[in-house]
Every structure is written in structure tokens, then in C-alpha cells.
């Protein structure tokens, strides 16, 4: 009988080893954790690999990022730090008080660690900032050729709306200078459509029945999705000219399972099991009148635009086209798919929108535009073709005028079997855009 107990211990124990081993390879279960975890880079075994521990140091990392149920291991681990000691092992959360939590890179941003890293002083800044707003208006008046008007946003940051939150060695280095602030006060001065929502949310600061901002969230709480997207619906109506819907909200739809930005830190900490919240309003919203005709839209923003592009705001519009810094083109339309460095599509996009809208938040003021500006200028001259051709054949001889630069270039043709025209065209292109770049930075 003892045997017979021990033989289905060890059965078992085989099993589990075994279990183990094949999750590990073939993840037959999914498992996941929030957030990015980078794979190791792929050696390849040989002698010299081997010999020199390469491999086996590939190895070692590989199945300590690829272990079977690796995943509710951490989760166990990550429960057991946050519910006796308050910790989190991930190091871009901060815990501030009344339960409060903080990303990094906001309060960085809030203490002038990025500023200093990004301008140095104040006077460095005021100086950039004068050239980005010369720069907006230059913009302004191209896409006034487009029938294209024009607006930015401020979106407000927690750590700026309420400090009193973040904990007392933060609270201490809060910066007296604030980058959107300014930013604002030259929007003013220069005549260009803005909304503040940063001074706005700080007049709201204890008026408003639920949360300007989730305990465990970075952006505005889906709460206040409603009279953000209804205040930009309205500015947006007095620019182009044009009556727009108002959003209607049919049902507060209390829940205390928060959207992914509501609970999007919480996420990030990758617990066993969900942290008891208070109920928050997930709004159901809808617009007010679907017979108005529907302008187009292009965005330009960061993360903080995907609540209005997933609510009702995004129904207001025939197109609501949105570029994810600047960078990842996300729309609805088939006929746009790819990066906003495929120019010729670029110069659609914003050749049939009738608004094109930036949203800036603290941490990416020191991006200005995610350098809409100059991809925007590339697309126009892009699209002159008569004059394109011109600089392109012009660079090419700049190309073959300069013997080690023509050589790399056939070399690169020959490495790749590509055409070498065709790729002496390509790097003309590249370098037209440099050029052009450089000069807007001069200016």
C-alpha cells in the first residue's frame, strides 16, 4: 500500500514536470501578463556560440521568459507584495496616498526631471516653444489651402490636477513652471483654436459627483468622457462652421469592472485577483442628432484620444481618422492602412479632413505635435510631384558626385540584389526629407 502511494507521487510529480515542460514550449494554455515583456535575441548554436557561453546564455533567458505557467507564478508572487506590503515590482508604478497610484514618467514630468533632460533651463524652452508656435502657424495657413481647420488640445495629467496625491518626496521638487501653461498662454497670444482641459479639470477639482481621474488610471476617467467630447464637439462646430451633435448620456452604468484606462495600473501590477474598487460610471453615451452631415476628422495624439475614438465623439464624424504619435495610422477607411510615413496617403488623410485635431499630454509637450508639423510639410511637398522629381534627381547627382557615398549605395544594391535605381531614389527621398527637417528646425 505505501508503494502503490509513493508509485502516484511520483506519477504525479512526473506529470507535473512533464505539464510544465510542454506549457513552456508550446504555451497550449493561455497564459498572459499585462504590459511588454521583450523576447531574448536568437543565437544561433555553432562552435563559436558554444564555446563562448552565447548560446547557453540565449538558453538561460529564453526559459526563464518562456517557463511553463511562469504567468500565475509572478501573479501569486505580485499578490502576496501588494496585499502585505503595499509594493508592486513594477517599477513605473508609484503609490501615492488615499490609494492613489502614479506612472513614472508623469511625475518625472511634474518634477522636472524630463524638462531638465529635454531644455536644460527655462530660457532654452521659452525659446523652442516660441519656434514651435511660428511653426503652427505656418501649418495653420497650409492647411488653410486645404479648406483644413485647425485645433489643439491640452489634455490634463493627474500629477498636475492633483498633486496632493503624490507622495511627500514628489510633492517636494513639484516644478513652479508649467510647460502647458505656457504652451497655452502662446496659443492665446497667437490666435490658435485650443482648448485647456489642464486649467479646466483644476476649476473641477471637487465639484463633480464621480472622479476626474480613476485611483488606478493615468487618463481622464470614462466619467468624464461626456463633457470632454461634447466641449471639443462645440469648438469644433464654432472652427469649421458647421451645426455637430451634442453627446447624450443614456445610462451612468455604475461598475466596479473599470475600462481598460480606469484600470489600466491595476493591470500593469499583474495581481492574482482584482482590488475591491468603488463603483465608477462607464457612461453609455449616444448623440443627439444623426441626420446632421458628418465632417471628417483627422487626430493626432497619444493614448489619451482612444477613449473618444471607442465612445459616441467618434459617431459624430463620417471619418474619424486617428495617428497614434504621429506614427500608426488607425482609421476605419481600407483605402488608408499603414505608417504615416507613406506619404501619398498622408497627403490624403489630410487633404480630405475638415479638422485636424493634436492632443498633447505633459509628459509629451517636450514631442511637440509628435512632429506632426514636419510630416505634414513632407506630405505637401511629397504630393508637388513637378517639384519632388526635381529635388529627387538633383539629390541623386549630390549622390554620384561623391564617390564614397555613390559606392555605399552600390554596394547596398548589390548586398541586397535590389535595383540600384530604385534604391538611389529611395535614399534621395530619405535625404530630402533630412534636408527639409533640418531647415524647419533652423527656422
Known amino acids: 500500500m505505501k508503494n502503490k502511494a509513493f508509485l502516484i507521487q511520483f506519477i504525479l510529480l512526473i506529470a507535473a514536470c512533464v505539464g510544465v515542460l510542454v506549457q513552456g514550449f508550446t504555451h497550449w494554455v493561455p497564459l498572459t501578463l499585462s504590459g511588454f515583456v521583450g523576447q531574448p535575441e536568437k543565437v544561433q548554436l555553432n562552435w563559436e556560440t558554444f564555446n563562448e557561453g552565447k548560446y547557453q546564455d540565449y538558453l538561460s533567458a529564453y526559459a526563464k521568459q518562456n517557463g511553463g505557467f511562469r504567468e500565475p507564478c509572478i501573479r501569486a508572487y505580485n499578490q502576496c ?6 509594493k508592486t515590482t513594477n517599477d513605473n508604478i508609484v503609490f501615492g496616498n488615499n490609494g ?6 508623469y511625475l518625472n514630468e511634474v518634477t522636472g526631471k524630463t524638462f531638465k533632460g529635454c531644455y536644460g533651463s ?8 516660441q519656434q514651435d508656435i511660428e511653426k503652427t502657424l505656418v501649418l495653420i495657413d497650409s492647411l488653410k489651402k486645404h479648406n483644413t481647420a485647425f485645433l489643439f488640445v491640452e489634455a490634463p495629467s493627474k500629477t498636475w490636477v492633483f498633486p496632493e496625491n503624490m507622495p511627500q518626496r514628489y510633492r517636494d521638487s513639484i516644478m513652479s513652471f508649467c510647460v502647458q501653461d505656457y504652451y497655452t498662454q502662446l496659443f492665446e497670444e497667437n490666435g490658435i483654436p485650443n482648448i485647456d482641459f489642464l486649467s479646466y479639470f483644476k476649476s473641477l477639482k471637487g465639484k463633480t459627483e464621480y472622479p476626474l481621474y480613476s485611483q488606478y488610471g493615468t487618463h481622464w476617467a470614462e466619467s468624464t468622457i461626456p463633457f470632454v467630447a461634447d466641449s471639443i464637439l462645440r469648438k469644433i462646430e464654432s472652427l469649421i462652421g458647421q451645426e455637430m451633435p451634442h453627446i447624450v448620456c443614456l445610462d451612468n452604468n455604475l461598475q466596479t469592472r473599470y475600462s481598460k484606462q480606469d484600470g489600466e495600473l491595476e493591470k500593469l501590477m499583474n495581481l492574482m485577483f482584482p482590488i475591491r474598487k468603488p463603483a465608477l460610471p462607464q457612461p453609455v453615451l449616444t448623440i443627439s442628432d444623426t441626420t446632421l452631415r458628418k465632417p471628417n476628422l483627422l487626430v493626432i495624439a497619444d493614448s489619451y484620444f482612444v477613449q473618444l475614438q471607442e465612445s459616441a465623439f467618434a459617431d459624430c464624424f463620417d471619418r474619424c481618422d486617428y495617428w497614434k504619435y504621429n506614427d500608426e495610422v488607425i482609421t476605419k477607411d481600407i483605402v488608408f492602412k499603414g505608417k504615416v510615413s507613406q506619404y501619398e496617403e498622408a497627403y490624403k488623410m489630410i487633404d480630405e479632413a475638415d479638422l485636424i485635431m493634436v492632443i498633447n499630454t505633459a509628459p509629451y509637450a517636450y514631442n511637440y505635435m509628435f512632429g506632426f508639423y514636419e510630416t505634414a510639410q513632407f506630405a505637401f511637398l511629397d504630393h508637388d510631384h513637378q517639384r519632388m522629381e526635381k529635388l529627387v534627381d538633383e539629390t541623386i547627382e549630390r549622390i554620384k558626385g561623391t564617390p564614397e557615398w555613390y559606392e555605399s549605395v552600390k554596394k547596398q544594391a548589390e548586398d541586397e540584389h535590389r535595383d540600384l535605381d530604385s534604391l538611389l531614389r529611395g535614399h534621395a527621398r530619405y535625404v530630402i526629407w533630412m534636408d527639409e527637417k533640418q531647415k524647419q528646425e533652423q527656422q
Open 100 to 105: 492613489e497610484l502614479y506612472l513614472e514618467m
Open 81 to 86: 507584495l501588494y496585499s502585505l506590503f503595499k
Open 122 to 129: 527655462e530660457g532654452y524652452f521659452k525659446a523652442r516653444a
